[in-house]
């Protein structure tokens, strides 16, 4: 009689934050800490910057346009990303998780996939993590910040990701709730791509599929064993 497992169809589990594993809302509550006077000051002694205000509202500018590889929106993440840390490291932000984002990953984990992150920020990701529970379960952390990565929007960035890692692009799952990183990730050959949008039928869209719940990467991508 066949006794049957499961397993995964790719071995790495890419995943973007903000949109996707976490509610975009937390970022507002990122900038709105940031605003408070106190914070300002110490993230203006970190940075040098002396004009936060103006900083923020061009950078918000830029990000409205998706340009996120803009010098404006670059600098708006290097203030986010201080304030960002200085809240978490100090209790008085948590990081938020999207409903199935925490059982999926840990299932990922379970099944022995590699999960890892890539994000517009750098350290703030990683320490956001240690907020909600899912840094144990994380391998590893990409940035933009990265000189050898410099974008989420060229194909590059993910052909080399694979590379700093030891996999080919078809071994990798993305997951991401933006349209120019998911086509980034299909022209470099990624094997997997996931836009999460809500606003969109789910359907199989320009080499890449739109769902509407994380718990739908795992769902699509796992497969049945037969052991006899």
Do not use: W
């Not at 299909?186 to 199989?204: M, P, T």
């Not at 869209?205 to 037969?226: A, M, P």
Request: aromatic share 8%; proline share 3%.
């Amino acid at each position: 009689m066949d006794n049957q497992i499961q397993g995964l169809m790719y071995s790495v589990y890419l995943t973007d934050v903000y949109g996707t594993t976490t509610p975009f809302n937390h970022v507002n509550e990122i900038r709105e800490y940031l605003m408070k006077p106190d914070v300002s000051r110490q993230v203006s002694e970190k940075t040098g910057c002396t004009d936060i205000d103006g900083v923020v509202t061009r950078g918000l500018e830029q990000s409205k346009l998706r340009n996120k590889d803009h010098p404006d929106f670059i600098k708006y993440v290097e203030l986010f990303e201080e304030a960002a840390i200085l809240g978490y490291k100090a209790g008085k932000i948590r990081m938020p998780l999207e409903d199935g984002v925490l059982e999926t990953l840990e299932q990922i984990r379970n099944l022995s996939g590699r999960v890892r992150i890539f994000s517009s920020a750098n350290e703030s990701a990683r320490f956001g993590m240690q907020t909600n529970g899912l840094d144990s379960l994380i391998e590893g952390y990409h940035s933009s910040v990265d000189p050898a990565i410099k974008t989420k929007f060229s194909p590059e960035a993910y052909t080399e990701i694979a590379r700093q890692i030891g996999v080919q692009p078809k071994e990798i799952v993305y997951v991401t709730d933006d349209t120019k990183e998911a086509d980034a990730a299909v022209k470099a050959g990624v094997g997997k791509v996931f836009l999460i949008d809500k606003k969109q039928a789910e359907a199989e869209k320009d080499g890449y599929t739109v769902i509407h719940d994380y718990k739908q990467v795992l769902e699509k991508t796992v497969k049945t064993i037969k052991i006899n």
